[in-house]
């Protein structure tokens, strides 16, 4: 949707648009924003164009109006994302809430591989804190998944986007759901039978969107464990839930083995198939895998020390230039190992409607340079090696991090580190550096999408400006679900000389599969990203 076509933004809005589009729904946008009067505090704005949400999103205005009206309702707890203020004009409707620093926990996870032990449990805590708060206002939130769960400056989970959000308990009325929504990964398989009953039986199948709720709480809990989803979708379709189903939870699919021994019937308690025999979050908090000693948690539920928590977190993440990363850890065969059809052989769909924007489409904020803030003294001058030079300045940089051999933030980092976000910054650590000249890295990047079968928009690379170019992705993940992005590739001058910096900026999809898709095109770019010396 061209600039021309967009309705400006309301009037007299009680407060100040300070950013162009972070983030980005089906049918909304995210700006930052502080008061008319004052540069504090910052919070985030999400702004919903409502004709375009009607015609392309398929939702009503009733719906828009139950998520303002449910948020508000809940957004109380430590562990969602609080709900601040709304409005509306004939155009659109606007949510004020807060800004979430520390951004998505998904993308600081490193794929086919999970956290530590103690960091899921910690995040798994604060997931139960925030679900279990809303249960208790009888409301549940119907789209738990990784893009939905996002991290404060200090680390702490919180829950986000309640566009699916239903009042399931009103005045000890309890009602059941029959809409269908969800992300397939992670939703449960009764609402999927929701889809497929027979449209001549009365009433049809219907869910308690509570119960669907703690179903994914066990899936994102398996996800931080192994870096994997158990399954692409709970359904006939899917060996992996056949599996898990005939052998009553006790799986011999790989990837299970990898969860601690004391989570497993946790895990299955959780992830019941008869939602009436589903665990409930007083079953789940006695379980002694909750209960057990984690040093990284307070009694009170909150993080004890948010700089170790960001540091384990960083050291983490890992690209090994050695060998090409597996599409997942699956053996269902070869095709799923093979780096050309890890993108599905490049399918990707054009159904998705996109948010209008007020701003140029794809434009974001750029990521600062940490060491742009440094004096240019603080940079060798007459290095022997440019690259080197450039390569000291940029050690600080938390994405450097990933292609260590001893991954980890930097001893400088370390110590001037206030708070998680210093370390773990809110923009995607799917970022490279590089020393080749602008030309190369666009056409390295063009070839690498061409190997993996991903669809290439035309590329109009501006060599001579800071802002070199910017690559749409638009493809099907391996999990055929959409994923959506760009590749923004940036020119920094140092006090040295010039380094490219590639960022990948994901706009709608699984963050563990934008960082195989990351890691896939870095590899094959290996030749033109900055590695730490060994």
């Known amino acids: 949707m061209s600039q021309s076509q967009l309705d400006p933004l309301p009037r007299d809005l009680p407060f100040r648009i300070v950013s162009k589009t972070v983030g980005r729904g089906a049918y909304a946008s995210i700006k930052k924003a502080i008061p008319l009067d004052e540069p504090n505090p910052v919070f985030a704005v999400k702004l919903i164009h409502k004709g375009y949400a009607l015609k392309q999103g398929r939702v009503s205005l009733k719906q828009l109006a139950m998520e303002v009206s449910l948020h508000s309702h809940i957004g109380q707890h430590p562990n969602i994302i609080e709900w601040f203020a709304s409005g509306e004009d004939n155009v659109w409707r606007w949510i004020a809430m807060e800004y979430a620093e520390g951004g998505d926990l998904f993308d600081k996870i490193e794929a086919d591989v999970g956290v530590r032990e103690d960091i899921a449990q910690l ?215 093979d780096i050309d059809t890890g993108l599905n052989a490049g399918r990707f769909a054009s159904t998705q409607p996109e948010a209008p924007m007020v701003d140029e489409d794809w434009d974001w904020e750029r990521p600062v340079l940490r060491s742009m803030a440094a004096p240019a003294s603080s940079v060798p001058a007459r290095a022997r090696e440019a690259g080197r030079a450039i390569l000291n300045s940029l050690a600080d940089e938390p994405s450097m991090s990933q292609f260590s051999q001893t991954p980890g933030p930097s001893f400088t980092l370390t110590q001037q580190a206030r708070r998680f976000a210093d370390i773990c910054p809110r923009e995607s650590l799917t970022r490279f550096f590089s020393h080749v000249p602008p030309a190369h890295i666009v056409q390295m990047l063009s070839d690498a999408l061409h190997q993996l079968n991903v669809p290439l928009g035309t590329v109009t690379p501006n060599l001579y400006a800071n802002n070199v170019a910017n690559i749409k992705v638009k493809a099907l993940d391996g999990r055929r679900q959409h994923l959506y992005g760009e590749i923004q590739v940036h020119k920094h001058g140092l006090a040295d000389g010039e380094v490219l910096d590639v960022s990948f900026v994901k706009v709608k999809g699984d963050p563990l599969e934008w960082r195989r898709f990351f890691k896939k095109v870095v590899v094959l770019c290996k030749d033109g990203v900055y590695v730490p010396e060994a």
Not at 140 to 165: T, V
Not at 226 to 246: A, H, I, K
Not at 300 to 327: C, R, V, Y
Request: charged share 20%; aromatic share 10%; glycine share 8%.
């Open 123 to 337: 995040y798994f805590a604060q997931l139960v804190g925030g679900v279990s708060f809303m249960h208790s206002k009888g409301v549940a939130h119907r789209d738990l998944k990784p893009e939905n769960i996002l991290l404060s400056s200090d680390g702490s989970l919180k829950l986000a986007d309640f566009g699916m959000a239903t009042m399931f308990e009103y005045k000890g009325q309890r009602k059941t759901s029959s809409t269908l929504c969800g992300s397939p990964p992670y939703i449960a398989p009764e609402i999927l039978l929701c889809g497929k009953v027979d449209k001549k039986s009365a009433g049809g199948e219907k869910y308690s969107s509570d119960l669907v709720d703690i179903w994914s709480c066990g899936v994102i809990l398996f996800v931080l464990l192994v870096g994997n989803t158990p399954w692409d979708e709970p359904t006939q379709s899917s060996w992996e839930f056949q599996e898990y189903v005939r052998t009553s939870g006790k799986s011999s699919d790989a990837l299970w083995e990898k969860i601690p021994p004391e989570a497993l019937s946790l895990l299955r308690g959780m992830m019941n198939t008869s939602p009436k025999k589903r665990f409930s979050f007083q079953q789940i908090r006695q379980h002694p895998w909750y209960t057990r000693h984690n040093p990284l948690l307070t009694t009170d539920g909150k993080i004890s020390d948010p700089i170790n928590l960001a540091t384990q977190m960083l050291e983490n993440l890992h690209i090994d230039f050695s060998q090409p990363p597996s599409a997942s850890q699956r053996e269902a065969g070869a095709d799923s190992m």
